[in-house]
Each structure stands twice: as C-alpha cells, then as structure tokens.
C-alpha cells in the first residue's frame, strides 16, 4: 500500500498535515486524480471549525492530472488528461474523499 501527504481534521477548528494516509483506491464510477492545486472558499473553514468530524479529510475544489479511470466512467478521460471538479470532503461515509491530499478519487461522470 502507498501513502500520501494530506490535510486532516485533528479537532473541531484545527487540522493536521500527516504523511501515512492511503492513497484511495479507484472506484468504478470515479477517476484518480494526482491532486495539483485546490480552491479556497469559506465553506471549507466553516467546516474544519463547525462540521467536520475527526479525521477526515476536507476541500471541495480541485485541479489535477488523471492517474486512472474507473471501469464505469462514461467520459473519456485518459492518464495524463488535466482535469477541474470538485469533491464532497467532509464526507463521513467516505472519510477518503477531499480535495487536500495529493491523491484523489473524484465522481468521473461529474467532472
């Protein structure tokens, strides 16, 4: 298993940079994003101080470059395609989604 940098919500209003966190695994229906720049909007700090819960990881916005494509994936993205889109951090059910570590897993057919 690899690992990644990434950014984690430690405690209501604080987060932690940690370098041991898995590199998510491909779903069918999503693409495999080495994350390379992200967006700030407030949402993202109201989270980290009001709504995310220990330990997952946060941000909506992303730019970066495809490393796979889910089997399901309709759009015909290829490695290598630069690509925008956003992400549902904060996202306790899939506490892996979040656009702050350097690898992503991003819903393919919404990008």
Same mark, same amino acid.
Request: glycine share 8%; hydrophobic share 40%.
């Given at each position: 298993?690899? +690992?990644? #940098? !990434? ?9 932690? $940079?940690?370098?041991?966190? *898995?590199? *998510?695994? $491909?779903?069918d ?9 992200? !967006? $700030? ?8 101080? +009001? ?5 997952? $990881?946060?941000?909506?916005? &992303? !730019?970066?470059?495809?490393? %796979?494509?889910?089997?399901?994936? #309709? #759009?015909s993205?290829? #490695?290598?395609?630069?690509?925008? @889109? +956003?992400?549902h ?5 899939? *506490?892996? %989604? @979040? !656009?702050?570590?350097? &690898? ?8």
């Amino acid at each position: 298993m690899s +690992f990644q #940098k !990434a950014i984690v919500v430690d405690s209501p209003k604080n987060v932690q $940079l940690v370098n041991n966190k *898995p590199i *998510p695994t $491909l779903r069918d229906n999503c693409v495999l994003v080495n994350n390379v720049s992200v !967006a $700030l909007n407030p949402i993202d700090w109201k989270h980290i101080d +009001f709504l995310a819960p220990r330990g997952v $990881l946060v941000r909506w916005d &992303y !730019a970066g470059i495809v490393q %796979d494509v889910g089997k399901e994936v #309709k #759009k015909s993205f290829k #490695k290598g395609d630069r690509v925008c @889109g +956003f992400v549902h951090g904060s996202n306790t059910v899939q *506490p892996e %989604d @979040g !656009a702050f570590p350097e &690898y992503i897993v991003a819903k393919g057919n919404l990008q």
